[in-house]
């Protein structure tokens, strides 16, 4: 029988708020921040559609989607394209703030912090000295696969 690993590589992304804590596997790449077409089209937090590896993805805003503010968007600003798990759209991307980096999780590492979370958020959890936010990955797939 095999065992679990004891390290998950695990990416660190900033957000606007609390930076996301995501297993490196649903990031596909990071691209520079550009221009959706399609812009205003759709869900408040859709902020439109992108042109990737001649796909048209959605491009979602995050802090709109789980009702926690405003879209911002810093000089840092970049956008990173998420594989989704239920295939009815291969990707999605969302605006962040900066560079993810890399880090490993051990399985004993991360202590939930008894904090409320949004509708697009499945807990916060303190690693490497910061509080993150695990997103809730099937809600926010829910969500664009509702766009095809």
């Known amino acids: ?63 709109k989607l789980n009702e926690s ?7 840092d600003a970049r956008i990173a394209v998420l594989n989704t798990v239920a295939g009815k759209i291969p990707f999605y991307a969302v605006i962040v703030q900066g560079i993810p980096r890399l880090l ?9 912090e008894p904090v409320e979370t949004g509708p697009a958020e499945s807990m916060y959890i303190q690693v490497g000295g910061d509080l993150a936010v695990i997103p809730d990955l099937d809600a926010i797939e829910g969500a664009v696969a509702g766009l095809s």
């Open 1 to 63: 029988m095999a065992s679990l690993p004891s390290d998950i590589n695990s990416l660190l992304i900033p957000m606007q708020g609390r930076p996301w804590l995501v297993p490196n596997i649903v990031v596909a790449e990071v691209i520079p921040l550009r221009q959706p077409d399609r812009p205003g089209q759709g869900p408040e937090w859709l902020l439109g559609w992108l042109s990737w590896r001649d796909q048209n993805i959605p491009l979602v805003s995050f802090e």
């Open 104 to 112: 490993k999780v051990g399985k004993d590492d991360p202590v939930e």
């Open 69 to 75: 503010g405003q879209i911002t968007i810093g000089q």
